[in-house]
């Protein structure tokens, strides 16, 4: 019987499960061949499964020695394919990549030191002063500008469990532009956020302007 024919006598049986006509032409030429079992023959290699303790192990190791190593680097290290490598380190070691976590700024020791001084100075006045909490609560602070940041974050994506806390990577790599930002605060949040035009200056049109909507910000909140 052709392979053909075959395949018409399997479809009313199996419907939508039954093997495609390549498929079954490809078996009828093997068991004319002289093939008698439909069982996987021996074949010489590596074995399927690989995930073993030790390996698990190798490839956690090479991960924690360099967080940002790639599945290629593993699967070349451990001497298997890449979606071997991918499973071992997704499924077998629960590890994913993620971003680094953006942070304004790395401040150096004395930075810290500085804006601690900074805020014991303002404690200090303040607490000096009569009606501490009602002066604290007054104060309307406000600060201007804002650099335009255009970082790359995948290019720091590092791998790591779940469980474990996010790396940090700060923003040091500012575009070619700026813009002006006039930023408006008490001791409860933020009150008013207000961006200048490109290529204006803030005159005392502008400042007055930006004054009106600070005084309906603050009868608002």
């Known amino acids: 019987m052709e392979a053909k024919d075959i395949h018409k006598e ?14 079954v032409h490809n078996w009828v030429q093997k068991f004319s061949e002289g093939r008698a079992s439909m ?21 956690e190791d090479i991960i924690r020695a360099e967080r940002r190593v790639t599945v ?9 394919s890449r979606g071997q490598a991918y499973n071992m380190m997704h499924e077998g070691l629960g590890f994913h990549k993620m971003c680094s976590r953006w942070v304004p700024r790395q401040l150096t020791p004395q ?16 607490t000096r002063m009569k009606g501490t909490t009602c002066f604290l609560g ?7 500008g804002c650099t335009i940041m ?8 590092r791998w790591k469990h779940p469980s474990s806390p996010a790396h940090k990577k700060f923003k040091v790599t500012p575009s070619a532009g700026k813009v002006m930002l006039t930023v408006f605060w008490d001791c409860q949040g933020v ?7 490109r290529g204006h200056t803030v005159t005392s049109a502008s400042y ?13 909140k």
């Open 39 to 59: 069982k996987d023959e021996h074949r010489a290699g590596r074995p399927v499964e690989i995930a073993t303790p030790e390996m698990l192990q190798h490839a």
């Open 10 to 23: 399997m479809l009313p049986m199996y419907g939508e499960y039954c093997l495609s006509h390549e498929a």
């Open 150 to 157: 255009s970082p790359r974050r995948c290019a720091s994506m």
């Open 111 to 126: 930075n810290t030191k500085a804006r601690e001084w900074a805020c014991h100075c303002s404690i200090s006045s303040a």
């Open 208 to 220: 007055c302007m930006i004054l009106t909507k600070l005084r309906a910000a603050i009868r608002r």
């Open 138 to 144: 007054s104060s309307l602070m406000m600060s201007l």
């Open 191 to 197: 009150l008013l956020t207000e961006f200048q035009q």
């Open 72 to 80: 290629d680097a593993v699967a070349t290290a451990i001497g298997c």
